[in-house]
């Protein structure tokens, strides 16, 4: 059973910094994607980063690029947010899909991805 749990959520204010966590488990394909997804009060799911299971290719949305940074480790899963703004507000997901490693990219703008985690707010506030 694949399960992926966050953790690190939290306030911060505009600025600042914070890093998600995402213990993941029961993956067994060979090949899959990791990412991170957010979602605002009343607004729709974001894709912000993405990266395959094997290789060290990446994948941010003009709106994050250059602030946020995924990355992972054995069985988890990071991302790692800096220079916080309001606007960033929202539930943090992590997500897996099993696929090729360049199919990440448009996994992640489409949303379609198998197994999410319960989510862990994160609020950029002053």
């Known amino acids: 059973q694949v399960r992926l749990a966050e953790s690190g959520g939290g306030s911060v204010q505009p600025g600042g910094s914070l890093r998600l966590s995402c213990l993941v488990s029961g993956l067994t394909s060979a090949q899959y994607c990791l990412a991170w997804f957010r979602q605002a009060p009343g607004g729709e799911r974001e894709g912000v980063a993405t990266?395959?299971?094997?290789?060290?290719v990446t994948y941010y949305p003009d709106s994050v690029k250059g602030r946020f940074t995924i990355s992972r480790e054995k069985n988890m899963l990071y991302l790692q947010m800096n220079t916080l703004k309001p606007e960033d507000s929202g539930v943090y997901t992590c997500?897996?899909?099993?696929?090729?490693?360049?199919?990440?990219?448009?996994?992640?703008?489409?949303?379609?991805?198998?197994?999410w985690g319960q989510g862990a707010q994160v609020t950029v506030s002053s």
């Open positions: 997500a897996a899909q099993e696929a090729h490693p360049a199919s990440c990219a448009a996994l992640l703008q489409r949303g379609h991805f198998d197994y």
């Open positions: 990266i395959p299971k094997a290789f060290d």
